[in-house]
């Protein structure tokens, strides 16, 4: 071990954009125990009056989600969203192809929006564009935001529901470049079949916001022209272009790992050039913003199938520090590419791909799931363009990049800011002098640390606090500058306000 120096200049008037509230999102799919078993489970002696778990709803409210995706995800485009709605007992059970599972649809729209004002949080819809047609979507828009007086949103009286949802954000599919997905269109088919969608949606409900399907990942053949061909048929009615991407692991080069934020970057940088390509071409004074609805880290290697079951086991990863690190690196690109990227949803909310585990005796929570919690509830207001002054670190896949990765927000109205640093080095402990260049006196208020020896160290049902984020003292701030020891493989979040 040894120690290396840095500095990170901040000045609180200059910003990059506002920070969307809606980078702290979550997706919630009908795959594996995420719904069944992990939302909703009314057979759990933890279970409210609704079914809905009650430490699993406080775990969520701790995170401060701001939007929910939902129902999927690939299962989204086999999805008939009548089935899900009326009385449970008349709804059907269903296999399920994506999963290849058997869906009960005991839970459905009312009861997501139901969940969603639970946690406080938006919900955003998914309309089915794989065998759904253009008439289900612009009918589940009627269902859910039309008062009443009509075929749809009658039904939703019938069923229970008085009040209008008014769910603003809508998915136009999901990963329809995919040959994975069902109904899997080309770009083109794509493009056409969004648009008039979109038409339809709008017709219903002017104020509703819509987002096209993106690339699926950045390594699609067809990326970024997918992207490209989409946004030029369908740019008027669109509002967001969606991107997907699950981060890894699988040959154990740890210091590539811990510089993801490099290749998170480059991705956004390509599609905002795209937008900016596209918006010149159609000579167009209309913009549509990113909105990057699956992110997380995914490669562990559990199944997939669920072998025609109720709420089998699927992609239940158990995640470690080195994995923590990359999620607050993702969080970081997030802030520092907030001019362009809008929305956020982290894929997925509990038990499947997530942070979050359900037992029938209890929550298991990972090390990302404090890294969230401490970022979607401090970075508020505008982000800041800091500069930092770095030792890079050698990595095999990314050359050489800074051992820090850093993001800072400021709350003009509360005149409160926060800092998030990711040590990425394997080996030193960065001492780092903050220098606040605006001249206004301010003070540190609260910090927390989450590190550890070894980037594989995680939490277990038998240990499940091996690895948290830890309240460390506040350093003293004079004439505008501060010092704090990183140590290797950290994340590490201090607050600023006024003395
Ligand atoms: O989140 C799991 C799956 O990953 C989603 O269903 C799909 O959209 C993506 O490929």
Known sequence: ????????????NRTIAPISPLLFGGFAEHMGRCIYEGIYDPGSPHADERGFRRDVMEALRDQAYTVIRYPGGNFLSGYHWLDGVGPKDQRPRRRELAWQSIETNQFGTNEFMEFCRTIHAAPMLGVNMGTGTIQSASDLVEYCNVANGSHWSDLRIRHGVREPHNVRYWCVGNEMDGPWQMGHLDAVAYGNKALEATKMMKLQDPSIKTILCGSSH???PTYPDWDR???EIAWDHTDYLSMHYYAGNPDNDTASYLARAVHLERFVDTLEGTLRYV?????????????WDEWQVWYKGDPMQGNWKEAPHLAEEMYNLEDALVVAQWLNVFLRKSHILKIACVAQMVNTISWLHTRPDGLLKHPSYYVFKLVSNLAHGEALDLHLKAPNVETKQHGAVPALDVSASYDPETQEGAVFLVNRSLTDTVTTEFIWQDGQALQIGKAWQLSGNDPKQGNHWDAPEQVVAKAIPAPAVESGRTTLHLPPLSFTVFTTCPV
């Open 229 to 231: 061909t989409v946004l």
């Open 279 to 291: 918006k010149a071409k159609r000579r167009s004074q209309h913009d549509i913003y990113l909105s």
């Open 218 to 220: 950045d390594q699609m």
């Open 1 to 12: 071990m040894s120690t290396s120096r840095a500095q990170v200049f901040l000045d609180r």
